[in-house]
């Protein structure tokens, strides 16, 4: 034992070990002041810096970027500092090996919550300018395939370094991504149809709309995969959103809010057609709910078997008046005809006969 000391001694293998453990120590405590110098740097000086600009994207990106950079810098130099050390190939490889895998997680974890943030902010600005549920329905999805990516990044980065072969893997993945688009075809679509509709706009949520098929009702919810539209009898329509996006709908909310109604009524012949229309113009000017701009018009429309033709356009401020109002127009003139002795006749058909001999 005594020569195995005395040999370390004369072959200054200590001094040699001790030379390059301060060394490696150097190394790291250049790196920790460097964390320091970093991190005071983030937390003080690049905030006045992103205060200058309009976001505060990159205000919040500083603050959660912060603590992650100052551990890379660390494990950076605990890195390096290994890599100093005179000890067995394999062993530095391993610690070595080691060191880099939490490089590669932390870089990792700094991209995230870059990309986090950003997907917070954008999804919070779409929902202010859409008023849309954009930012809480797509961009999570979104977010889910961003840190998918990102782990099948850190794995080939990680397996490429030990000398694994990544061409494999990425092959794999390659057709089980296909398999999985092949498979899920039309929820994809519908997804793509639901982030175009909440981008694209055609209507909003609480809009009444008309679908080609006929049925109408307002919207309630643009969901990730389907529209939910109540109908005006009260039934939750349930539609894909691909359906949607192949098809012509009519957005009774846009331009505005207003809407045109028409009332269609014949007045028996004989009847003062100047008078007629002078009565309905007054009916509808005395309701609060029609618009005098653009202003009611009244036209005679066309002569009919047993009735003179007449229609009465008017518009209201709100669509969803329409069937309300009409109700009270049509009482109000049927009260006013009748006040007039102006006849609403009923359909008749004069029949002649021919006797025969």
Known sequence: ????????????????????????????????????LLRYFCTNWLPRIARITKTELDDRIVLRITPPVELLTLTAGLYFAVRSLPIHDRVQIVLAGMVFIANVLIFANITYRVADEFLTWYGNRVEERTGTKVGTQIFPLIRKIFTIFLVCAVLIVVLKHFGYD??????ALGLGSLAIGLAAKDTLANMISGFTLMIDRPFRIGDRIQLASGKTGD???????STRIKTVDNTLLIIPNSEL??????????????????ISLGVAYGSDVDKVKSIMLETAAENPEVLQDPSPEAFFLSFGDSSLNMVLVFWVRDYTKIIPVTDQLNLLLMTAFTNNDIQIPYPTRKVLLEREG
């Open 1 to 36: 034992m005594q020569d195995f000391f005395r040999s370390l001694v004369e072959s200054d293998t200590i001094l040699t070990w001790a030379r390059e453990f301060f060394l490696a120590l150097l190394i790291f405590g250049f790196f920790w002041v460097l964390s320091r």
């Open 166 to 171: 990544v061409l494999s893997l990425l092959t």
């Open 219 to 225: 919207v309630v919810d643009i969901g990730l995969r």
């Open 245 to 262: 996006c192949n098809s012509t709908v009519l957005n009774m909310a846009c331009p505005d809010m207003r809407s045109q109604g028409r």
